[in-house]
């Protein structure tokens, strides 16, 4: 169907360049030349970031030559930097990074002056003059950035050189400039423990990186030259197309195997030791990723892409032109089936990142469920297209289960519509909000709206948002443009409500002259919520014989009257939970909410025990439901 170019002998793609030999002396004026392959757009910051990489205590002297451009309406005389490793979790050794000087980029010897906030993870340069809109500043940061030990964080060195297990992980291991936005201003956030806490503007990048020449070297971009320096390698990566950030990985003991995929040549790099579970598996899995997200969302535009195995307690992490998946899955007790599903699921999420955080960017730290949401939606999306269901990768626990009974399990409430900061103050747990019941709300707007306007809608947001910033209502914007309709009444309540609505059965009256049946249905948790939910919901209604007579889906609108004409008798009103339909519930098996009208039916002597007991509990059961809303009434 699409282009299928496997070359499966290691290294056939990567490296391609045979190293040329230059001397010592040379080196700057080699570098000078790699520089002007950029061609930056005056729109987009530009960035060298020269790093030499020491391996006995893994940490990098750097150089990060800033071409700042002001896009903003605003005059800056200082501008902030992130300095998050210091952040991350480690065993024994914090990871670190130390400003040492701060110079002009033309004049070596003019010095900026900075201040380096080591709580917030922060540092300011104070710019020689003003810089307006449209204008750039340009300087260089020289900086050494050392990795946290421990296979815990984002960025680390662990592993072994005596089992071939060590890996260095160099990720928001540099200053990394903030944005700034009308909305919050300066974007100074220090690393947070919510979410993936980034937000960052797009930038052209060029990064070499001076290894060990036996390192094997992964990172954002194409390898445009590597040039032979004695006992190291000088590597220029570009990534051609603006990128929110850089990250690299070395090993030496990394195995390597590239495909040509619609043009991008995608690399896997991993352990010896997880070669049974890596080898073709993993490159196979990138490739279906980008080959679906390509078609289904818009072209990936970069060179590379790169799938590299690293220590982490997550299950992976997402840079652009780059994703980590980990080390764990391949030290897990199941059958290597299951680890291979793991393994495929941590790959298209991590893949997907590319299109949801990197291409299309968003804040992080104010909207951390933006890109998550869409990108776990899509990784199910991936499940169903190439594994037949979209609750494929829902291994453990389905979605909708996990989310209609939420409240029951914790008592805590659910809005998705929260900054990082309001997670943490409001003790909403992220991971359910993250990768449970956000990517179930885009499958229920799927339903909705139709698979065809769903995936319209995300194509119409990666052509709008390509190489931005965009927000929720950014996104409800294109599926409104999509079907040409307000989509307030569906956004509003699913991403700003705490709880879920709770139906429950009012006034029942059956007029057996004219066969009418009118129903209010109420949600009990209305008051609760900010917003009225409305949603279609299966109504089944039954006679004696336990026949249905009557089936329709119906939109529940707060509460809701109900009017119909039947034919028979009825006996049983239920609604049907079956399918999505987003209901607080208390036993995730029951799946209707029953209400019955008649219970004895016509021709007593023919009613048996069963019957009477039934109607009974029933008899009791309406009781408690007319007490409650006679409590209720009193109430207000
Ligand atoms: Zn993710």
Request: charged share 20%.
């Amino acid at each position: 169907m699409l282009e299928f170019a496997l070359i499966s002998s290691q290294n056939a793609l990567y490296p391609t360049y045979e190293p040329r030999i230059i001397s010592e002396e040379e080196t700057f004026a080699e570098q000078q030349k790699m520089l002007k392959l950029a061609q930056p757009d005056s729109n987009f910051s530009s960035y060298n970031l020269s790093v030499i990489f020491n391996e006995g205590v893994a940490s990098v002297q750097g150089n990060l030559s800033v071409d700042f451009y002001n896009n903003d309406p605003k005059n800056f005389t200082r501008i902030p930097f992130h300095l998050y490793l210091s952040g991350m979790m480690y065993e024994t050794k914090q990871g670190t990074i130390e400003i040492e000087n701060v110079f002009d980029q033309e004049n070596h010897s003019q010095i900026l002056s900075y201040n380096v906030y080591p709580n917030q993870q922060l540092m300011w340069v104070n710019l020689t003059k003003e810089l307006k809109e449209k204008e750039r500043a340009s300087f260089v940061i020289q900086f050494t950035a050392t990795l946290p030990d421990g296979p815990y964080d984002r960025a680390n060195v662990f592993g072994y050189d005596s089992n071939q297990t060590k890996i260095f992980k160099f990720t928001g291991f540099y200053p990394i400039p903030c944005v700034y936005d009308q909305e919050d201003g300066w974007n100074v956030d220090p690393y947070l423990d919510v979410g993936d806490p980034f937000y960052f503007d797009m930038a052209y990048y060029n990064l070499f990186i001076e290894a060990p020449k036996e390192m094997i070297i992964a990172a954002t971009g194409q390898l445009q030259e590597k040039v032979s320096k004695g006992s190291t390698l000088l590597h220029h990566f570009n990534p051609v197309y603006p990128v929110r950030e850089v990250t690299f990985s070395a090993s030496r003991y990394f195995q390597v195997e590239s495909k040509l995929v619609n043009g991008v040549n995608l690399s896997t790099f991993f352990l010896p030791k997880s070669d049974e579970l890596w080898a073709t598996y993993a490159i196979d899995n990138a490739e279906n990723a980008l080959l679906l997200y390509n078609s289904t969302f818009g072209t990936y535009p970069y060179p590379t892409l790169n799938i590299v195995e690293e220590y982490t307690i997550f299950g992976g992490m997402e840079y652009p032109c780059q994703i980590y998946a980990t080390e764990a899955v391949d030290t897990y007790s199941y059958p290597l089936s299951i680890n291979r599903r793991i393994l495929e699921k941590i790959i298209a999420h991590e893949t997907c990142h590319q299109w949801w955080y990197n291409i299309v960017g968003n804040d992080e730290v104010d909207l951390p469920f933006l890109d998550e949401g869409i990108v776990v939606w899509s990784t199910d999306y991936y499940g169903e297209y190439y594994h037949g269901t979209w609750e494929y990768f829902q291994m453990v626990t389905r979605y909708i289960d996990r989310v209609r009974t939420y409240y029951a399990i914790t008592g805590l409430s659910s809005k998705i519509n929260q900054t990082a900061y309001e997670f943490i103050a409001t003790n909403t747990d992220w991971v359910f909000i993250g990768y449970y019941k956000t990517p179930l709300i885009f499958e229920k707007l799927r339903q909705t709206i139709g698979h065809t306007n769903f995936i319209n809608g995300l194509k119409l947001f990666f052509i709008q948002y390509e190489f931005k910033h965009a927000i929720l209502s950014d996104l409800q914007k294109c599926f409104e443009d999509i079907i040409g309709t307000s989509l307030d009444w569906f956004f509003f309540p699913w991403f700003d409500n705490p709880y879920l609505p709770k139906y429950s059965f009012g006034e029942v009256e059956f007029d057996s002259g004219s066969n009418n049946l009118t129903i209010i249905i109420e949600d009990n948790n209305e008051l609760l919520n900010e917003y009225t939910y409305r949603q279609l919901v299966p109504l089944a209604i039954y006679n004696n014989n336990g026949n249905e007579i009557y089936y329709e889906e119906i939109w529940i609108d707060g509460t809701t009257t109900i009017n119909l004409e039947l034919t028979e008798t009825p006996y049983k009103v239920s609604l049907l939970y079956d399918n999505y339909v987003l209901v607080q519930l208390d036993d995730p098996n029951d799946l209707s909410l029953d209400l019955y009208l008649k219970s004895i039916p016509d021709g007593i002597p023919g009613y048996d025990l069963w019957m009477i007991l039934v109607f009974s509990v029933h008899v009791i059961g309406l009781l408690i439901i007319f007490t409650r809303r006679n409590i209720q009434k009193n109430k207000k």
